[in-house]
């Protein structure tokens, strides 16, 4: 589904989807067959396209001689599951397996387990089809532990859970590769999978040039997981775009996210193995139209339906230079745990365990800068979901101007920075476990770098609208705690002030903090990421 084609400032808004996601990958490439080695010596010297003499993908990847073809006469419709399971059992290092052209079934999850250097490629994200909607409820592919494994260059189809699983790999590049439910959300999720494309507790993990579709919980995710980088993806009509859960040390730029509920995100939830993230860098990226109805469970269905960024629960995150557009609800949202879960006396017996381990419901250093906002936040009466009410009360005079306001752009919640700054959460302080201390989590009043910081962010409202100057950045509860009118009556308990000014103001929000350093992923002994192949691209130098 796509909604609108507007014109963004900074990115083109194309009618983007699968044929734009393919049209994307091969952008990047120098030819058909990618990077060419040829040097200059001061003649002039014409790149030879490798795909002119030997077997290569749509995207330009070379099909070696030795590689291992899987029913390569296959014809549509056949399938593939035996011939696969055969060909992924006892798989050779460094072996590449390479699936036919075509649409195929495959009508069993394919499980590699412990693999070490594998590629598994089709001949291209629509030129190899397969389509798991007889399997059983099981995922796609799942990859189970190994190390430096590619699959790419094809489509994954209505999978009944989730498309593609890696779990426990260190290295796993997934690219040029698609993960697809046709069922719009609107009719439920219920012939929907969960996740498109889903690497979960492991290290070194890139995906790029990837698009994914109709997912009823996230349709590009990296959980538990550390070093990564996620970039020129394509995220449409999921519940969650792109989502980046409990993981450390992750980029994610040049992605477009679009017809979502919520296009990019990034969680901390409690009672996860890996107990909490940070170090993310969101930027350069274009999320727009994120107005789909939520239909998704569990953690996933707290996201508001018209979020453009959505940062819940998590620490040391920078957002900068994305281009956010025609979200109904609100551009950029940072919540504490607490929004979900109020009952502050009973964290010690509903979440103290992953407390021991680290886990915490604050947010602290959240960087937001120099992102351009158009026209988001202007759904009246607001969308249902989690800030419903919040969002209600800007729009209403119950706000601390006392006159009905356009809904912030940003909008920080705020409360968990007002308790800790009351002293009413260093109780906390002996939940924490040696390990997690040693790592900076505390209960203990914001100091300068905890904060939640705005600034040289960019107006492009439409100039020809009666909201043309309203970008505001709103803050639900005032963070100062010896400020009477952030507590009630008799001040025993937080009460929101819902204040709001013109982000131009700066009046809320107005702090800056140190940059965060780029994530590296190493696969296969070479490095990805701003600081290696993509040192040279403008975004990296940002």
């Not at 609108?4 to 044929?19: E, F, Q, R």
């Not at 629509?126 to 094809?154: E, H, W």
């Not at 040390?249 to 996210?257: E, I, M």
């Not at 400020?483 to 131009?504: F, G, H, V, Y």
Request: proline fraction near 4%; charge should be negative; charged fraction near 15%.
């Amino acid at each position: 589904m796509i909604k609108s084609n507007k014109s963004l400032s900074s990115t083109p808004l194309i009618k983007l989807g699968l044929a734009s996601a393919i049209a994307v990958a091969a952008f990047g490439l120098t030819g058909c067959g990618g990077d060419s080695d040829n040097k200059s010596s001061g003649t002039a010297q014409v790149a030879v396209d490798p795909c002119l003499s030997v077997d290569c993908t749509a995207s330009g990847f070379v099909l070696p001689a030795n590689a291992i073809y899987v029913s390569p006469g296959a014809a549509d419709g056949a399938d593939l599951k035996d011939a696969l399971i055969t060909a992924l059992t006892d798989i050779p290092d460094n072996a590449v397996i390479v699936l036919p052209k075509g649409s195929f079934i495959v009508s069993s999850a394919i499980t590699v387990t412990d693999a070490t250097g594998i590629t598994i490629t089709g001949h291209g994200m629509t030129d190899t089809k397969l389509d798991f909607s007889s399997a059983p409820d099981d995922d796609g592919f799942k990859f189970a532990g190994g190390n430096d494994i590619t699959i790419r260059d094809l489509g994954v189809y209505e999978a009944p859970k989730n498309g593609i699983k890696a779990d426990g790999v260190n290295g796993i590049h997934i690219t040029y590769t698609s993960a697809i439910w046709e069922t719009d959300l609107e009719d439920g999720g219920d012939n929907n999978g969960a996740y498109g494309l889903y690497p979960v507790s492991s290290q070194n993990v890139l995906m790029d040039y990837n698009y994914s579709k109709g997912s009823a919980d996230a349709g590009i995710y990296v959980g538990q997981s550390n070093n990564i980088v996620v970039r020129n993806n394509i995220a449409e009509h999921n519940v969650a775009g792109i989502e980046i859960e409990n993981s450390n040390n992750a980029d994610v730029y040049n992605n477009v996210a679009f017809d979502n509920a919520a296009g990019i995100l990034s969680f901390d939830l409690p009672g996860l193995p890996q107990a909490y993230g940070g170090g993310v860098r969101i930027f350069n990226n274009a999320t727009y139209d994120n107005n789909t109805p939520n239909v998704g469970a569990g953690a996933v269905s707290l996201a508001p339906s018209g979020t453009g960024i959505l940062i819940f629960a998590t620490s040391d995150v920078e957002i900068y230079n994305n281009t956010i557009v025609d979200n109904d609800t609100a551009g950029i949202e940072v919540a504490s745990y607490f929004l979900a879960d109020d009952d502050v006396a009973n964290y010690p017996t509903n979440h103290g365990s992953t407390m021991a381990n680290g886990w915490s419901p604050l947010i602290k250093n959240i960087n937001i800068h120099n992102n351009t906002f158009k026209d988001n936040s202007l759904a009246v009466p607001p969308k249902a979901g989690l800030l419903q009410q919040i969002i209600a009360g800007y729009q209403s005079p119950y706000n601390a101007t006392g006159s009905a306001q356009t809904a912030p752009a940003i909008i920080y919640g705020g409360i968990g920075e007002l308790l800790s700054n009351a002293g009413q959460l260093t109780g906390f302080n002996q939940l924490v476990g040696e390990n997690a201390a040693a790592d900076g989590v505390n209960y203990n009043p914001y100091t300068a770098v905890d904060l939640v910081c705005s600034h040289s962010n960019i107006n492009d409202n439409n100039k020809n609208t009666l909201n043309a100057n309203d970008l505001n950045v709103g803050l639900v509860y005032g963070t100062v705690a010896t400020d009477t009118n952030n507590w009630n009556e008799d001040q025993s308990a937080p009460e929101a002030t819902l204040r709001i000014d013109k982000m131009e103001n700066n009046t809320l929000l107005d702090c800056t903090l140190e940059r965060l350093s780029p994530a590296v992923v190493t696969i296969n002994n070479k490095k990805y990421g701003c600081t290696a192949d993509d040192s040279a691209l403008a975004a990296c130098a940002l």
